[in-house]
């Protein structure tokens, strides 16, 4: 932590499934303002408009060197496809379809490393802040100035952390500079700064949410997901995990794949594919137009969206349907009256363009609506609901919330887009603001017994010093669902050595979705690692304790092993990705 603690600056990349970007702020600034953290407004889309955030989209040359990332990717593999130049190049449109052996299918699926894939994301995403902040007149030195933070889902596995940590590695941040902080708790943090910050201006109700005792809601609306978890503030400020994440594919891109559902009944599925196959560049400009019209898209407004087409798109329908235009089968059609043509636009009803939105909208709140109501059993309270994320941006979707939960005090901050990447700035500063978390799993390590045919299976029976002994049996140091504070609470387990004569013992690390698994062949039960300790003397035979003391840091595990009575320690660091 000293290292990371001394950093000059600390630096967040937010990775998402479908745009990602980062925020900055200096340390020396940090210290009289939690909330002056900077993000960049470098990137544009395709209409210039610039944004904080470049869609996370990859693309490599034919011999696997990294090409581009973003828009500029997005761009280039279009006009690619369009000149028919695009074989052998690999787009990575979303990163989150991991295969078991590690590997990411492109946009025409062939495999890559999904490490490289990652590395690389990662790598651009640094690259863009030192070549900026050098732009500036500032040089840092990436290996002692910069402590790093990646935000991760929090409902990431271990396993998943583990490979991102390997990942920024590769990407060329040191592992001693990087620290991985979970998207709702990054949020939660960047609201109670922007609150308590605001104190003069602030209501008084938004203020009260972060009080100790208070519990409120983490609505993080993304582009792929929605995840839902609930927290409390504890006595001296800190947050406490109420419950784990809970969500649903409703993000912003269900309402963009509406749309181009609703694309292919207007044009026909026929005309529409072929289109999408012989314009490729065009069809990324129809996206692209949308999702600045989606930004605007308010509840209550009456008005027409309009929204131009390229040219080709009539063309081809045209001569397709064999028709005169595009206008006079329209008027022919069941949008006759909620459509309208004028020149190359096309001007949509307001109730049209609302019911994009209505199938997302409505799993958001009735999922909302159960966390809160399984809330009210255990006896919980929550009054405050904070919406982030991109989609949090969409009015229509953070008016809805408002008039659902009337109770609530809804806090939805200006650039909810941001509030995840600069809380985690806010979190690299400051780790200690999130105190308890709940176990996502159980851990335990695989220790012997004396075997009872009555209760173990007979092929877990090995013979040890002249011994029946069970093996493989899991032995739960933490078990899900257990509130753990963090960094704060260490979990001890004694055991002995296998054999008399042992001069090693092995710790073997597990995890399990079950409570309390029986052994560590059962299914659903994963190995971590290993860690070896040394026991040299074994003038005790197998009198020789060996204590296991498992803590969990802000983001990962840490198991230390040693025999009583010496010194020597042996502290693990797994490496999930060889298993
Ligand atoms: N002002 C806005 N109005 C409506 N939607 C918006 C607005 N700004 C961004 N979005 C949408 O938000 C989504 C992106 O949100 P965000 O950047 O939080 O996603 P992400 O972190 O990549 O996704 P995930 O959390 O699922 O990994 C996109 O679908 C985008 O169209
Ligand atoms: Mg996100």
């Not at 500036?136 to 991102?164: C, E, S, Y």
């Not at 700035?425 to 159980?442: A, C, D, K, Q, W």
Request: aromatic share 10%; charged share 25%.
């Amino acid at each position: 932590m000293e290292k990371k603690g001394d950093a000059l600056v600390v630096v967040a990349i937010d990775f998402g499934t479908t745009y990602s970007g980062y925020a900055y702020s200096f340390r020396a600034e940090y210290e009289k303002d939690h909330t002056k953290v900077y993000s960049n407004s470098d990137w544009r889309s395709g209409d210039g408009l610039a944004t904080t955030k470049t869609p996370t989209v990859i693309l490599f040359s034919e011999d696997k060197q990294f090409c581009k990332f973003g828009y500029e990717a997005e761009q280039k593999y279009n006009t690619l496809l369009e000149e028919e130049e695009a074989d052998g190049w690999r787009y990575f449109r979303r990163v989150d379809k991991i295969t078991k052996n590690l590997m990411i299918e492109d946009e025409q699926g062939k495999p890559m490393s999904a490490l490289i894939v990652f590395a690389e994301s990662i790598r651009y995403l640094k690259d863009q802040f030192l070549q900026n902040t050098q732009v500036q007149g500032l040089k840092f030195d990436p290996n002692n100035d910069i402590h790093w933070v990646l935000t991760v889902p929090a409902i990431w596995t271990d396993r998943a952390k583990q490979f991102m940590r390997e990942a920024a590695k590769q990407a060329g941040i040191p592992d001693d500079m990087l620290t991985l902080a979970y998207e709702p708790e990054a949020a939660a943090l960047y609201c109670k700064e922007l609150t308590v910050q605001k104190k003069e201006g602030a209501e008084s109700s938004s203020l009260s949410s972060f009080e100790p005792g208070q519990q409120f809601l983490v609505l993080d609306c993304g582009g792929g997901t929605v995840d839902v978890t609930a927290y409390q503030v504890q006595n001296d400020g800190d947050l406490r995990e109420l419950q784990r994440p809970t969500g649903g594919p409703w993000g912003g891109t269900y309402v963009d794949n509406q749309y181009t559902t609703f694309l292919k009944e207007l044009f026909g599925a026929d005309v529409w594919s072929e289109y999408s196959k012989e314009n490729p560049e065009d069809v990324l400009e129809i996206q692209r137009r949308f999702e600045a019209k989606k930004k605007s898209v308010n509840a209550s407004a009456d008005d027409q969206t309009t929204i131009s087409f390229p040219s080709s798109l009539f063309a081809k329908y045209q001569i397709a349907k064999n028709c005169s235009s595009f206008e006079e089968c329209l008027k022919k059609s069941e949008f006759a009256k909620t459509i309208k043509v004028k020149k190359d636009k096309l001007r949509f009803d307001h109730q049209l363009v609302k019911a994009f939105f209505r199938v997302p909208i409505d799993s958001i709140v009735t999922h909302v609506k159960e966390i809160i109501n399984e809330s009210k059993k255990k006896g919980r309270d929550i009054k405050t609901i904070l919406m982030v994320g991109g989609f949090s941006d969409s009015s229509i979707l953070s008016q809805r919330i408002i008039s659902e939960f009337k109770r609530i005090t809804v806090i939805c901050p200006t650039e909810a887009v941001n509030a995840i990447v600069k809380g985690a700035v806010i979190f690299g500063h400051n780790p200690n603001l999130i105190s308890e978390r709940i176990s996502p799993l159980t851990y335990g390590i695989s220790v012997n017994t004396t075997f009872n045919n009555k209760v173990h299976p007979a092929k877990l029976k090995v013979v040890y010093d002249g011994k029946e002994m069970c093996t493989d049996i899991f032995q739960p140091i933490v078990q899900i669902g257990h509130p753990i504070r963090v960094g704060k609470e260490i979990f001890k387990h004694t055991c002995l050595p296998t054999r008399a004569l042992d001069t090693e013992a092995t710790i073997e690390i597990y995890e399990s979705s079950s409570e309390c698994p029986m052994y560590t062949i059962d299914k659903g039960v994963r190995r971590l690692g290993d860690l070896t300790v040394s026991i040299p003397n074994t003038s005790k035979g197998k009198n020789r304790p060996i204590k296991v003391e498992v803590s969990f840091g802000y983001t990962e595990i840490v198991v230390c092993a040693f025999e009583e009575g010496t010194e020597t320690q042996t502290t693990a660091t797994f490496d999930c990705l060889l298993n």
